[in-house]
């Protein structure tokens, strides 16, 4: 994502595997140990000024503890890169007003700084201290940008080093239309008045994992004692079980997102979504089993992708309120009321849709309306392989197979906006 002093710049990480020896393990295990005393050190030596924390400045961290540091078997450079990340997480910690217990990392990771603390020469990643690590894979889509700061992680026998690069930002789409989209819980919707499309969310295999896991630890669960923490191989499975659906939201999240960003790109559109913070309040009004599904599937994480790559290839977002997207009549919008499972209904001018193709269409018009009215002509291209609706264009004019599905008494979107 873009990063403050960034402009014109988009900062992103590339992962390059590397192998596990042994002695950088143990040398991430000092690193952690070292880490752990030095943001407790800085949070205690902390001073509260009226409602907010001043944490010691840099040079007085250094006088204290580099050398304390490098006694815990920390290279030189490694040792300042050890209390400068303690130091950023002692500043998010007292910045949140000091809640909670004292942040303490289980992790095992390390900052490095790039032709400092390591660099990377002959398929070798070199670290300061005279260790050294076997590449055996990266994304080399980036590798005439220069490295920046990385981080050194290990974790579940596999070594990852995550490499920070700036790349220029593509040049802008000039949108000509706007791509709305609307987020539920078995698909997610795009489209505005000529189209509208759909793809499946992976909420059903998520949560299959997400009860193999519960039912493990139901399994290995009493009143006294939960066997399942302290069984090695029950835990290892209830992990893989949670990782496994965790991952599988990630994998959709990237590829929805992704999807979505290309079709906008190739018909310059602009992305309009809305503004979902807040959404776990309304979230806990719903009954559990509902609520857990929308929560496992994260529409942060696709929000997040979708933002992540409409910088990336240079395509607009513009947020909209979602109040009343699903309920206001997007032709005279009156407040419709419910005509069957999904089904909207206009009292006053009769229009009726399901409420996800409502949505689609308020989505673009508040999206229309903040880039100041309309883009384009009004006007569609006329398929010949689908019936034509009243006003002589397609029914379907993108060629996708399930708004025949949606039931009868579909119109022309283009009639909502110019009758």
């Known amino acids: 994502m873009t990063m ?6 988009l900062t992103l990480t590339t992962r390059m595997r590397v192998s596990p020896e042994p002695e950088v393990v143990e040398l991430l295990k000092k690193y952690r140990d070292a880490l752990n005393y030095a943001i407790m050190w800085i949070i205690e030596n902390s001073i509260k000024v009226g409602k907010r ?3 010691p400045s840099i040079s007085a961290i250094h006088r204290t503890l580099y050398e304390k540091l490098k006694s815990y078997g920390l290279p030189s450079r490694v040792a ?3 209390y400068r990340e303690a130091l950023a997480i002692a500043k998010s910690y ?7 217990r004292i942040p303490r990392v289980k992790s095992l990771r390390m900052w490095l700084t790039s032709n400092q603390s390591y660099r990377i020469r002959e398929g070798y990643v070199e670290i300061i201290g005279g260790y050294r690590l076997r590449i055996i894979g990266w994304d080399r889509r980036y590798d005439n940008y220069e490295d920046r700061e990385a981080r050194l992680v290990y974790k579940g026998n596999k070594m990852f080093l995550m ?4 790349v220029p930002k593509p040049k802008d789409v000039v949108p000509r239309w706007i ?5 539920n819980e078995r698909y997610i919707y795009y489209g505005n008045r000529f189209f509208i499309d759909r793809i499946g969310t992976a909420i059903d295999r998520a949560v299959h994992y997400r009860k193999l896991a519960e039912d493990l630890q139901r399994r290995y669960s009493s009143t006294r004692y939960n066997a399942w923490i302290r069984r090695r191989g029950i835990l290892d499975r209830i992990r893989y079980f949670y990782r496994k659906a965790r991952n599988i939201v990630e994998d959709w999240a990237r590829k929805t997102a992704l999807e979505i960003v290309m079709k906008a790109k190739q018909n310059s559109y602009a992305v309009a979504r809305e503004d979902l913070n807040g959404l776990i309040e309304s979230l806990r009004k719903l009954p559990k089993d509902h609520r857990v599904k929308m929560m496992i599937l994260s529409y942060r994480k696709l929000v997040y992708w979708i933002d992540w790559q409409s910088q990336k290839h240079g395509v607009r977002v513009i947020i909209v309120d979602p109040k009343d997207t699903s309920s206001e ?8 009321v419910e005509n069957g499972y999904r089904k909207m209904k206009c009292p006053l001018c009769g229009f009726e849709a399901d409420r996800d193709i409502v949505a689609i269409l308020n989505i673009e018009k508040k999206a229309l309306k903040q880039m100041g009215g309309l883009l384009a002509a009004l006007t569609a291209p006329q398929m010949t392989d689908v019936s034509p609706n009243r006003c002589g264009e397609p029914m379907n004019p993108e060629g996708n197979t399930h708004p025949s599905e949606w039931g009868e008494g579909q ?5 909502i906006f110019t009758t």
């Open 163 to 166: 490499i920070t690069k700036r």
């Open 94 to 100: 007292l910045g949140n007003g000091a809640n909670g």
């Open 329 to 336: 009549c997007p032709k005279c919008r009156s407040k419709m």
């Open 80 to 82: 300042i890169d050890c």
């Open 179 to 183: 791509l709305a989209v609307d987020v």
């Open 4 to 9: 403050p002093g960034d402009e014109g710049f």
């Open 53 to 55: 924390y001043r944490t």
């Open 411 to 415: 119109i022309c979107y283009t009639c």
